[in-house]
């Protein structure tokens, strides 16, 4: 079985099955991208979307640079953040 990060641990526990799909789906239409130029999903970087905070950034791991970078946390689509 797949092991996911605390937070979805989290989420799983305190949401319904319904609502934690919701929560994934959103989450799941954001990216974040390393200065490197490499992006990954959010949701599989650990992130969760659903109370945005508004940060535009944030620290997480990125496979090429092999370490933790500051990340561009952004729409998928390339559509704005309302
Ligand atoms: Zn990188």
């Keep these: 079985m797949k092991k996911h990060p605390a937070e979805h641990r989290f989420l799983r526990f305190?949401?319904?099955a319904k609502a934690f799909a919701a929560v994934k789906a959103g989450t799941k239409e954001w990216?974040?991208?390393c200065p490197c130029g490499?992006?990954?999903d959010y949701w599989d970087a650990g992130g969760?979307?659903?109370?945005?905070?508004g940060?535009?950034?944030?620290?997480?791991?990125?496979?090429v640079c092999n370490k933790n970078?500051?990340?561009q946390v952004r729409r998928k689509t390339g559509v704005p953040e309302a």
Excluded: I, K
């Design 31 to 33: 990216e974040t991208a």
């Design 48 to 53: 969760v979307r659903a109370w945005a905070s």
């Design 69 to 71: 970078t500051l990340q």
């Design 14 to 16: 305190v949401l319904p």
């Design 55 to 63: 940060t535009p950034t944030r620290l997480a791991f990125c496979p």
């Design 38 to 40: 490499h992006t990954q």
